[in-house]
DNA sequence: AAATAATGTTAATCTAGTTTAACATTTATT
DNA sequence: AATAAATGTTAAACTAGATTAACATTATTT
């Protein structure tokens, strides 16, 4: 199992002696995805937290007029999952789909809350990834209703400046919360602008 | 000090022995605001994670226009604090400020981090609180995007009952991300239909 | 009880973003 | 290379929600 990408992401922060790594990468799953298939299905209990080794996933929502919502993109190093389905255990409202071929690392709940008991500085790192990602959600909140869509967009190429050359620019304003014709109007006028 | 409200809260999930409770509370401060006070000011580093006891605050976000906007309320026996601020230790991007007298117990971030140290299930409890604020983070970004402003207020009532009563109608309105005037046209319609 | 400040309502006009629809371009499949 | 499928563009008509402004109601202060 190629697990280094995620040894060298933890250790980056924290340091593992051997044995906690071998225990560690005997708690989780190595796993392959084809693009397009689902990770999370909507409706769905959300089995694990995935960690990204290489590939692209969308996280979206799917309303009831049958309209899709992007909530948000990962690649290699960030983490995926449908958190409120993960941690109780209840139906997702997410879905997760591969936009490439992806590999990733899996961490089933009760592994992962073995791994907490086992070696109590991963909860640590594990908080504060939380921490982390809590904050930039109630960042997004805040942007998402106090600026037009035209800032939004320019937001959106610093927070992923790699992913927008990866994926079609109709999910990019799915994500931006606008319709693809109007992304495109705003494209052109910040081509006129310059 | 009157630390009864916040054991009584986290006996809900686990439980601690009088040392473990004795400890915790040596490592937290009691603290009373008045009416209109800030308990974090945008720019400042939030130096707190706050418990409240009674009470009611809001947290706000002042654009480059000048207008205000609520990311959340808090009320008994909930958590507040600048999120992003306080695990970074750098300066905040959002304001909380009491709507009511409210009283509160206050975590510094190293006393915290001192805590976790030493009783670990409390530092389990945390991530848990962290994860469903994440889980319900993530959800309000989803129907902001996907519903119309009287859904939203809808859905507004069911989460927050009891706030309604307690707030001026034209902050329910920045919450919403609408203007006053609007909401009192949703009411009216929401009146009309019933 | 007045007077003032804070909050809430209504209606007209305006705008950011949607919808629809026709067409253009790029990518994948045979 | 030809065809089909997926993605992107442009423009006209439309709508949810903003803005402005005048007025109504409710709290607060004197």
Redesign the interface.
């Known amino acids: 199992m190629n697990a280094q990408p995620l040894l060298n992401y933890i250790n980056k922060q924290i340091s593992l002696t051997e044995g906690e790594e071998s225990f560690l990468i005997s708690k989780v799953n190595h796993r392959k995805y084809l693009k397009g298939q689902y990770i999370v299905q909507q409706g769905d209990i959300c089995k694990h937290e995935c960690f990204i080794i290489s590939g692209c996933t969308k996280t979206f ?1 799917v ?1 009831d007029s049958g ?1 899709e ?1 992007i ?1 948000m993109f990962a690649i290699e190093d960030w983490w995926t999952s449908d ?2 389905s993960y ?2 255990q209840t139906p997702a ?2 879905n997760v789909q591969c936009l490439e071929n992806t590999e990733l690392i899996q961490f089933s709940y009760n592994d992962k809350e073995e791994l ?1 008991i086992e070696i ?1 500085k991963l ?2 790192f ?3 990834i ?13 942007k ?4 037009p869509a035209k800032e939004r967009y320019l937001n959106f190429k610093e927070l992923y400046p790699t992913i927008e050359q990866r994926i079609p620019q109709y999910m990019v304003a799915s994500y931006l ?1 606008i319709t693809k014709e109007f992304l495109s109007k705003i494209k052109s006028q910040l081509i006129l602008e310059q």
């Open positions: 929502y309303d309209q919502h909530v958190m409120g941690i109780t409202d997410f907490y109590p909860e640590r594990f908080r504060k939380i921490e982390k990602a809590l904050a930039a959600s109630q960042k997004r909140i805040i998402n209703f106090s600026l919360g």
